[in-house]
Nanobody, 126 residues
């Protein structure tokens, strides 16, 4: 499985971006996709995740109410809609896939993800 993340760019505070994560093969019927981000000088952190079999979503507190994760099973795509962006959202964003279904709290853990895509840069500044 290969992942391709896209959709990053530069935007002013308050703006929006939509990130996409495409898989090269048929996505697992169970499992999930997560988005993580890494800002300069900081550790990578969880942003959001979606469980594929039932669409259950998990979000980091910092993005709740602003970001929305979604998926298109038929297209093997996952998306991260980011609204009301802030300068502190500036980071390289990564998508990752896990082949197993977990309880919602587990999706914050990086070790459950088997495959990672290359990052896409998101810059929020005026």
């Amino acid at each position: 499985v290969q992942l391709q993340a896209s959709g990053g760019g530069s935007v002013q505070p308050g703006g929006s971006l939509r990130l996409s994560c495409a898989t090269s093969e048929r996505t697992f019927k169970v499992g999930g996709t997560g988005w993580f981000r890494q800002a300069p000088g900081k550790e990578r952190e969880f942003v959001a995740a979606i469980r594929w079999n039932d669409g259950h979503r998990s979000y980091a507190d910092a993005v709740k109410g602003r970001f929305t994760i979604s998926r298109d099973n038929a297209k093997n795509m996952a998306y991260l809609q980011m609204n009301t962006l802030r300068p502190e959202d500036t980071a390289v964003y990564y998508c990752a896939v896990t082949p197993r279904s977990y309880n919602s709290g587990s999706y914050l853990r990086e070790d459950i993800y088997a495959t990672w895509g290359q990052g896409t840069q998101v810059t929020v500044s005026s």
